[in-house]
């Protein structure tokens, strides 16, 4: 079992950045991070390899960048010139193979309970 938590989710202001983290209780082969906006369907963001190699859906690419610190197990989320539809909650997530963040995630095993980002303009 793998407990993933999130963390520095806030509010702020257009245009704006944060920088969301997750802590992984133990280390696993790819992570990633998805949101979900109230009424709609859950999605991708970024996913990243053990190498450091990350993927990003197209929409995201430019303002979101994933990272990790594989000492500790911390996974990062930059986002930078926050929007108004950023406005989501932000799940961790984490398996033993490859993530394809342009799914919806229905076969990754491990989540964290997410953090909520609000952007207001």
């Known amino acids: 079992q793998v407990q993933l938590v999130e963390s520095w989710g806030g509010s702020v202001q257009a245009g704006g950045s944060l920088r969301l983290s997750c802590t992984a209780s133990?280390?696993?082969?790819?992570m990633g991070w998805f949101r979900q906006a109230p009424g709609k369907e859950r999605e991708g963001v970024a996913s990243i390899e053990p190498d450091g190699s990350a993927t990003y859906i197209d929409s995201m690419k430019g303002r979101f960048t994933i990272s990790k610190d594989n000492t500790k197990n911390i996974l990062y989320q930059a986002i930078k010139s926050l929007k108004p539809e950023d406005t989501a909650m932000y799940y961790c997530a984490a398996d033993i193979v490859s993530i394809e963040p342009d799914s919806f995630g229905l076969s990754i095993p491990y989540w964290g309970q997410g953090t909520q980002v609000t952007v207001s303009s």
């Open positions: 133990r280390v696993t082969y790819a």
